[in-house]
């Protein structure tokens, strides 16, 4: 949306230039503060007879406005003075129309720059996506190595057997809980499994097994079933004294609260490593109910 706070006294539509559009220092336009040393030094934002537009002036056109207009319109085929026109003939309005329907991108929906006559967005977008792409090529080179050279396939298939054999074991070793029936594979950003009991599902919680690849370490987290069951208990329960790391942004973090067990891939046995994950489940679900079956009877 165009806004008419962009308008420079010069007749320039901020909106439009390529210091407004661009990465690099902020610019707000020629009506705010800017940290561009031209926009800070510009003549004609600086006059002293500075009115709302230069048409405004006694010494309208003066010669600086008359310089801008011209290399502008030899060099961007735009005209400060025909803008200025417009806007003193016709209006704020239908000056804000015309820029719009003469800049706006076809392909983007975007306003387009005066200084240029490709779309600085679709430019833009064009540009991160040929990074991507070589990224990524990069990456599948570097996949393809390691599928070649190391073991990798094999080594991930024994994390699963792994992963697998726990979920099997806790179903036997706590069978209170109804346990989801399937390991879930996140793009080997972590893998995990969920397990509630009547109480939680009541409450709308959820206790989640979790194995970070990255990090090489099993965590247990204790979530909502959506994102307004993980606001409400993690403001409740952050306030009590429990030994629990917990998410500092429960909306965008997929857990209330979590406990992590390091270096339990490289240094627990398995049965030992069940074992730990049993007591966490357990002691989370001792110390969480209490507290809000209380709040609920509340």
Known sequence: MIEESLIAP?????????????????????????????????????????????????????????????????????????????LKEKGVQEFLR????????????????????????????KNRKSETLQRDSLLLRKYQTLLQETQMIESYQAFLRLFH??????M?????????????????NYSYFQLSDAQLKQCGLKIVVVFLHKECRFEVWLSGYNRKHQKYYHSMLQTLSFDYSFSVDPNHQDYILKVCLPDSLSCLQEDQLILRIKEVIQKMEMDIMPMIDHWNIQ
């Open 165 to 170: 054999r726990i979920h099997q074991s806790l």
């Open 98 to 125: 015309q820029q719009e329907e003469k800049y706006r991108c076809d392909q983007c929906g975007k306003l387009k720059t005066v200084h240029q006559d490709d779309c600085l967005h679709c430019k833009l977008q």
């Open 10 to 86: 010069c007749g320039m539509y901020c909106a439009l230039c390529q210091a407004y559009q661009g990465k690099g220092l902020k610019c707000n336009g020629c009506g705010k503060d800017s940290e561009r040393k031209s926009c800070r030094q510009c003549s004609i934002r600086l006059c002293n007879e500075k009115k709302n537009y230069c048409f405004e002036c006694s010494h309208y056109p003066c010669a600086r406005l008359k310089h801008l207009d011209q290399r502008y319109r030899e060099r961007y085929n735009m005209s400060m003075l025909e803008n200025l026109r417009i």
């Open 172 to 188: 036997k070793e706590i069978p209170n809980f109804q346990f989801q029936k399937q390991v879930i594979e996140n793009g080997r």
